[in-house]
Nanobody
Framework: QAQLLESGGGSVQAGGSLRLSCKTARYTPIMYCMGWFRQAPGKEREAVAHIDSDGRISYGDSVKGRFTISEDSASNTLFLQMNGLKPEDSAMYFC????????????????????WGQGTEVTVSS
């Protein structure tokens, strides 16, 4: 099981910003492949962003231009800066690490829960 701890979720009004953090266990290799996905109640998982060991970044279409993924190797932390939040961004946000194939699409495959954290909730009100 991936040792990931997400934080930074909360409630915000539409148009606001939040910064999510994902702290990895100190002794695990950092930043080989990490990402964020989300799941709203009654909806399917949606990949949000990922970054690989070469620094290549990809975003889901619904968050492009609003969300930014970044990492801090010194603190073993992955971040997701979320700006221009919309009510449809409301969901539980999960961090993922080192899943097979390391792509945006495969991050959310059923059966890969060993690579996910427990999540942090984001609520955006209109």
């Amino acid at each position: 099981q991936a040792q990931l701890l997400e934080s930074g979720g909360g409630s915000v009004q539409a148009g606001g910003s939040l910064r999510l953090s994902c702290k990895t266990a100190r002794y695990t290799p950092i930043m080989y492949c990490m990402g964020w996905f989300r799941q709203a109640p009654g909806k399917e998982r949606e990949a949000v962003a990922h970054i690989d060991s070469d620094g290549r970044i990809s975003y889901g279409d619904s968050v492009k231009g609003r969300f930014t993924i970044s990492e801090d190797s010194a603190s073993n932390t992955l971040f997701l800066q979320m700006n221009g939040l919309k009510p449809e961004d409301s969901a539980m946000y999960f961090c993922a690490k080192d899943w097979p194939m390391c792509t945006l699409a495969t991050m959310i495959r059923p059966g890969f829960s060993d690579y996910w954290g427990q999540g942090t909730e984001v609520t955006v009100s209109s």
